[in-house]
């Protein structure tokens, strides 16, 4: 319940919402329930790290498999990917996380994308490719969440250019996977 109320503070009201105070009051606990349970403010924001990240890679996986079967789209897995760093908050919660020196509070998520893609992976660690892939495209949805739509706007681009770029980039990993697999 803590978890899904700080995901839910963090979609509406950013990063700094998520304190122990604000969880509690949202699912009527005291902010000393929450204290013993994850320790500190830290602790509740690596938790909710962890929370999206298992959400979000599950999400992913799931449109990956699917797109190599033809059930699914390239966009979906593109769509998935930016919306988590946009729509929610991932982007901003790393972005909070690392100017209040909680850098080690991204590790359950940089190790969920990491498992992900060995998991995904034709030969799990050694998948070099799938690894170029996804750090292009996490890179590039965490840019276009943060200051995509200034840039874009400002470039006198479409809104959604990154995303556009994504699904080429990732269509082509698609396609070299799917000659690989035919032969």
Same mark, same amino acid.
């Given at each position: ?9 963090? @979609? ?47 999400? @992913?996986?799931?449109? @990956? ?47 969920? @994308? ?70």
């Amino acid at each position: 319940m803590a978890l899904s109320a700080a995901r839910d503070l963090l @979609i509406e009201s950013g990063p700094q919402a998520v304190t122990l105070k604000a969880v509690a009051g949202r699912i009527g606990r005291t902010h000393a329930n929450l204290l013993h349970h994850f320790g500190s403010a830290s602790g509740l924001q690596k938790a909710l790290a962890a929370y999206l990240s298992a959400e979000v890679c599950g999400m @992913i996986s799931q449109a @990956i498999m699917k797109s190599r079967t033809g059930e699914g789209s390239v966009r979906d897995i593109v769509d998935l990917t930016f919306d988590a760093f946009d729509k929610q908050g991932a982007a901003a919660l790393w972005s909070w996380m690392m100017l209040t020196g909680n850098e080690d509070a991204l590790d359950p998520i940089v190790d969920a @994308i990491h498992a992900l893609v060995d998991d995904i992976g034709e030969n799990g660690h050694q998948d070099h490719e799938m690894h170029e892939d996804t750090h292009t495209l996490v890179l590039m949805a965490l840019g276009d969440a943060l200051i995509g739509e200034r840039l874009s706007d400002s470039l006198d681009l479409s809104r959604n250019i990154a995303r556009d770029m994504a699904e080429q980039q990732l269509q082509m990993a698609l396609d070299r996977w799917k000659k690989e697999h035919d032969e």
